[in-house]
């Protein structure tokens, strides 16, 4: 991802920065998502597996990226921990 577009990108609901996840995070969220168990924060079923995505730290909330594009719907992102 463009480190420009990343310097202004935002988690929509707590206004914090985020950054790009590490292969811990993605490692997490897809172990969730295998699982068979995970949800997004909307109630969702999360069946793909992920390959790049952003995240917000101190609320541990992951948002993908599909096709280059930031999912930045807050309904859409998935708790960690």
Same mark, same amino acid.
């Given at each position: 991802?463009?480190? %420009?577009?990343?310097?202004i990108?935002?988690?929509?609901?707590?206004?914090?920065?985020?950054?790009?996840?590490? *292969? &811990?995070?993605? &490692?997490?969220? /897809?172990? =969730?998502?295998? *699982?068979? =168990?995970?949800?997004?924060?909307?109630?969702?079923p999360?069946? /793909?597996?992920?390959?790049?995505?952003?995240?917000?730290? %101190? %609320? =541990?909330?992951?948002?993908?990226?599909?096709?280059?594009?930031?999912?930045?719907?807050? &309904? /859409?992102?998935? =708790?960690?921990?």
């Amino acid at each position: 991802m463009d480190q %420009d577009l990343l310097n202004i990108l935002v988690c929509p609901k707590t206004k914090k920065k985020l950054i790009m996840a590490g *292969s &811990e995070i993605l &490692e997490s969220v /897809n172990k =969730k998502v295998q *699982s068979g =168990k995970c949800t997004d924060i909307g109630g969702d079923p999360v069946s /793909n597996t992920v390959s790049e995505g952003l995240y917000q730290p %101190d %609320d =541990k909330i992951f948002y993908m990226i599909r096709d280059g594009i930031p999912l930045l719907i807050y &309904e /859409n992102g998935i =708790k960690i921990g």
